[in-house]
């Protein structure tokens, strides 16, 4: 069904590029700049190849980047996160400090807007908001577990303890996130918890219950190495302005009150 739709699209966009029409959207580019890949593997597979990446880049950067705004959004509105509310709306209130309505509903200040809205200033600013993003992607990771990996060289995890892992060359292995995120020796026993504060390193929220720094793959949303997240640069840049223009422009609640009052308690299974 889906790939009936895309190829749909795709017929119209190439009859546009046929009458000498440019667009800027993904399937375009995919088209346009993308022939000489898909020209070379043939009709079937190349159309069969293209479907795919429209695919692929649907679930790896739009849903990705949805659900861990959604969750930012539910989290805030639950009682008990009310002071992380008031925090990021006054980061918001304070970066984009011009009125956005009139009277009669209409939108203002278009200039300003634009301004705020500027790559740089999204870049640059949003700290907080940005600890928001973090700490939604921790407790419900978007990518839970990831594609398989095949390991090169024989290796010992935790060599000399109980744990002791061997994993030899050519086996392949899946990277469970969400376990590593609710580590309770990285990040407590209140890890179901939102609180974004664990990514400022002015807060006594920053450290592993130990005292110490957290260990660097404690946290890995985007995962790592040589095949971490080509879109994570991207994803935290639309992030920060799909929530920071939400909540300045829009007042959300829950839609069934009760969530207003739930204990968070992730699953891990
Ligand atoms: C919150 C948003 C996002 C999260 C949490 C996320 C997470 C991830 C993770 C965990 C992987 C590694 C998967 C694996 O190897 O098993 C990955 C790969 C990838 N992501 Fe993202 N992603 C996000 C947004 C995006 C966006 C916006 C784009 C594109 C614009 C994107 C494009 C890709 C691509 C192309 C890969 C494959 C890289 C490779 O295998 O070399 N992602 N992403």
Known sequence: MLKE??????NEKMAQIKAGKVGNDLLFTLL????????VLG?????????????????????TTQITVNNICKYIHMDRYLP???KLLAEIDSLLAFEAWDAEGNAINRNSFLEAASYENIQENFEYTMM???ESMRIEPPVGFSTSHTVTKDVVLAKGTPKELKINAG?????????????????????????????DSNSQHFKAPSGKPRHPYSYAPF????????????AENVAKKLIAMT??????ELADPKLKLETFEYELF
């Not at 739709?5 to 795709?10: S, V």
């Not at 909540?247 to 959300?252: D, H, I, Q, S, W």
């Open 223 to 234: 995962l790592g190495g040589h095949r971490i997240c080509l879109g994570k640069t991207f």
């Open 43 to 63: 009709d079937e597979l190349g159309e069969r190849t293209l479907i795919e990446d429209v695919i692929t880049i649907y679930a790896a950067a739009v849903s």
């Open 5 to 10: 739709f895309i190829l749909k699209i795709k």
């Open 132 to 134: 928001c993003f973090r």
């Open 247 to 252: 909540l300045k422009f829009y007042a959300l």
């Open 32 to 39: 346009s700049e993308g022939d000489d890949v898909y020209g």
């Open 84 to 86: 992380v509310k008031e």
């Open 171 to 199: 086996e392949m292995l899946h990277i469970f996130t969400k376990k590593l995120h609710h580590d309770v020796n990285q990040w407590g026993e209140n890890h179901n918890e939102f609180i974004p504060e664990r990514f």
